[in-house]
């Protein structure tokens, strides 16, 4: 049973679209399925990039240490999604962390067998390059919004991207649930937790959004992207 849910996870993730059922079958030998509790390191950074993950529930942080024990959040990584996948081109090792910040399912492949698997698979290969490239982009994006933009302007960009990738259109409104807790968001755009709830506090005050512990709602995401224009 735990094999077939395993093969059924793996059928269900994008990059894995359009394979044939004996190429499923050798993907699932490789692979193992594994529950990370709530606050659980997946990885470290500085240890071996020996492995890719899929995420098929929960939410994971990718975190990075600075100096001087500043923590902050390079990315979330949601359900369906790929992590890790830097280990299929880079021998050395983790720069970040991963974190379950939910719990958490995960399949994991050995970067060697994943190799040797794509090796067979040009498409998928094409896939996986692809992948590596959007991630790429996006944390480009993201270093020019830490340098270029203000902490208003960081924190709407973060609520009005995670919405529109994740969040669901309610007539005009976009709707996200579970959020993401003050602290989180402030690893994530380089503020303090207190400017995160002081900038939430005034666009609610403002009737711009609406949020609580477990969801945030943006009224109407034309007038929060004109702030960051």
């Known amino acids: 049973m735990a094999e077939q849910s395993k093969l059924w996870y793996l059928e269900n993730f994008n990059i894995f679209k359009g394979l044939d059922k004996s190429s499923l079958d050798k993907l699932n030998k490789i ?10 390191p997946i990885y470290f950074a500085n240890e071996p990039s020996n492995s890719i993950f899929f ?9 990075r240490t600075s100096p001087d024990g500043k923590e902050m959040i390079m990315a979330l990584v949601n359900p369906g999604e790929v992590f890790g996948e830097m280990a299929y081109i880079d021998d050395g ?8 910040l939910d719990e958490c ?4 492949i050995s970067k060697d067998e994943f190799r040797e698997f794509v090796s067979k698979h040009p498409e998928l290969n094409k896939k996986i390059t692809k992948l590596i490239g959007f991630k790429l982009k996006k944390f480009s994006e993201r270093i020019e919004d830490l ?3 203000d902490a208003q302007q960081r924190v709407v960009t973060f609520i009005l991207t995670f919405a529109k990738n994740y969040g669901k259109k309610v007539g005009d409104e976009l ?3 579970p959020f993401l807790t003050h602290q989180d968001i402030a690893e994530l755009t380089a503020c303090s937790r207190q400017t995160v709830n002081a900038i939430l506090t005034e666009l609610r005050e403002q009737g711009k959004i609406k949020f609580d512990r477990r969801k945030l ?4 995401p034309q007038e929060l992207e004109n702030l960051v224009k």
């Open 31 to 40: 692979t193992s399925m594994q529950d990370f509790p709530k606050s659980q």
């Open 55 to 63: 995420l098929k529930k929960g939410r994971v942080k990718l975190t």
């Open 93 to 100: 090792e983790r720069t970040d962390y991963a974190i379950a």
């Open 105 to 108: 399912l995960i399949c994991a």
């Open 147 to 149: 340098v270029f933009k």
């Open 175 to 177: 709707y996200i649930k």
């Open 217 to 220: 709602i943006i009224h109407n």
